[in-house]
T-cell receptor, first 116, second 115 residues
Framework: GAGVSQTPSNKVTEKGKYVELRCDPI?????LYWYRQSLGQGPEFLIY????????DSGLPNDRFFAVRPEGSVSTLKIQRTERGDSAVYLC??????????????FGSGTRLTVV | AQTVTQSQPEMSVQEAETVTLSCTYD???????LFWYKQPPSRQMILVIR????KQQNATENRFSVNFQKAAKSFSLKISDSQLGDTAMYFC????????????WGAGTKLIIKP
């Protein structure tokens, strides 16, 4: 597509529920990144995919968080047993190679997750 | 560990004025990258400008320029002839040379351009 698409734009869920957040990167971008942005803060790195594999998942806060990218394009961030502290904007970005940190990523508009 | 500090939570200026946003960082590395990103209400992060630490010349992109003071670990963003569309959150970010994707971000400055 023309840009990075994230769905849903907003998600409200109850504490303890499971949620999936979807990211559709720019066509041909092999690298995909997930960030979490809490209110009043800058983004916090979660995970980086190169193709289908997670090249670095060191930012995932705990084992309730998991992400997949089975065909090397669309990625899904999965959060189990959601907690109120998971409320944040989840940003996805993509780049042509793993050089997003040099030449800049293309970001989506994020999913605002609210856990009530 | 590296840290990035933006000491101005919010700033506002009149349209057409010049505004400078501050950023300081802490690192023991000699080579790295610095960035300014803009986040409008649409939430999409947009790269404004980047600077390589080994380049002494300050980066410029049209109305946007930086004042990079390596010894002082300061990286301020100057916006000239500000426009209403410049209203947004602005984030300063740092990247180590040996990690080509992980950015360390400041907390942001909310910039309001008044008509």
């Amino acid at each position: 597509g023309a840009g990075v698409s994230q769905t849903p734009s907003n998600k409200v869920t109850e504490k303890g529920k499971y949620v999936e957040l979807r990211c559709d990167p720019i066509s041909g971008h092999t690298a995909l990144y997930w960030y979490r942005q809490s209110l009043g803060q800058g983004p916090e790195f979660l995970i980086y995919f190169q193709g289908t594999g997670a090249a670095d998942d060191s930012g995932l806060p705990n084992d309730r968080f998991f992400a997949v990218r089975p065909e090397g394009s669309v990625s899904t961030l999965k959060i189990q047993r959601t907690e109120r502290g998971d409320s944040a904007v989840y940003l996805c970005a993509s780049s042509t190679t793993g050089q997003g940190g040099t030449y800049g990523y293309t970001f989506g508009s994020g999913t605002r997750l609210t856990v009530v | 560990a590296q840290t990035v500090t933006q000491s101005q939570p919010e700033m506002s200026v009149q349209e057409a004025e010049t505004v400078t946003l501050s950023c300081t960082y802490d690192t023991s590395e000699s080579n790295y990258y610095l960035f300014w990103y803009k986040q409008p209400p649409s939430r999409q992060m947009i790269l404004v400008i980047r600077q390589e630490a080994y380049k002494q010349q300050n980066a410029t992109e049209n109305r946007f320029s930086v004042n990079f003071q390596k010894a002082a670990k300061s990286f301020s963003l100057k916006i000239s002839d500000s426009q209403l569309g410049d209203t947004a959150m602005y984030f300063c970010a740092f990247r180590r040379m040996d990690s080509n994707y992980q950015l360390i971000w400041g907390a942001g400055t909310k910039l309001i351009i008044k008509p």
